[in-house]
T-cell receptor, first 114, second 113 residues
């Protein structure tokens, strides 16, 4: 089935380690997004991408790196994980075009950094 | 920058009753979209309803409707005939030309049987 898939669903790692969260969508949507969800903050945008090889910072980009070599994939990397990056991470995608295009979300990755 | 405020951290409703979740936002733009997303315990983000700022008519989707007051920058969600399956976290979100969503902090809705 078409959709947006995140992996892993759960991840535990240690401070200072590098970790990559994967996001794959089968709709060929132009836009892809990474959010983090923390209690009291809702979802906050980390990075987004309007097309392959085009990425831009969101509200909370520090400590994260993204790439988009292919339209369907948008991995998020924490180069040196810190405890403050413990969160639930959501990937989303949407069609190019008007603001009425809804964002479709993956099921999230719960990341714990010890 | 746009901000979205959900002033009710938690709400309760009796099954079959009606509940309204509040949302206010701040923007200087004239054209934008507003959304309500539902997040059940499964963690999925499910689109409930959306409203275009230029449309005066309030959006409706089955038991879900909005009260959109553009001048007041208010976008509340009304759930009629509440069901146990409506229990979830509800997020209000704003979207402008940048195609990015700005979310409120969320409201936990509990449904009592």
């Amino acid at each position: 089935d078409a959709g947006i898939t995140q992996s892993p669903r759960y991840k535990i790692t240690e401070t200072g380690r590098q970790v990559t969260l994967m996001c794959h969508q089968t709709w060929s949507h132009s836009y892809m997004f990474w959010y983090r969800q923390d209690l009291g903050h809702g979802l906050r945008l980390i990075y987004y991408s309007a097309a392959a090889d085009i990425t831009d910072k969101g509200e909370v980009p520090d400590g994260y790196v993204v790439s988009r070599s292919k339209t369907e994939n948008f991995p998020l990397t924490l180069e040196s994980a810190t405890r403050s990056q413990t969160s639930v991470y959501f990937c989303a995608s949407s069609e190019i075009g008007g603001q009425d295009q809804p964002q479709h979300f993956g099921d999230g990755t719960r990341l714990s950094i010890l | 920058a746009q901000t979205v405020t959900q002033s009710q951290p938690e709400m309760s409703v009796q099954e079959a009753e009606t509940v309204t979740l509040s949302c206010t936002y701040d923007t200087s733009e004239s054209d934008y979209y507003l959304f309500w997303y539902k997040q059940p315990p499964s963690r999925q983000m499910i689109l409930v309803i959306r409203q275009e700022a230029y449309k005066q008519q309030n959006a409706t989707e089955n038991r879900f409707s909005v009260n959109f007051q553009k001048a007041a920058k208010s976008f509340s969600l009304k759930i009629s005939d509440s069901q146990l399956g409506d229990a979830a976290m509800y997020f209000c979100a704003y979207r402008s030309n940048g195609n990015k969503l700005v979310f409120g902090a969320g409201t936990i809705l509990r449904v009592k049987s």
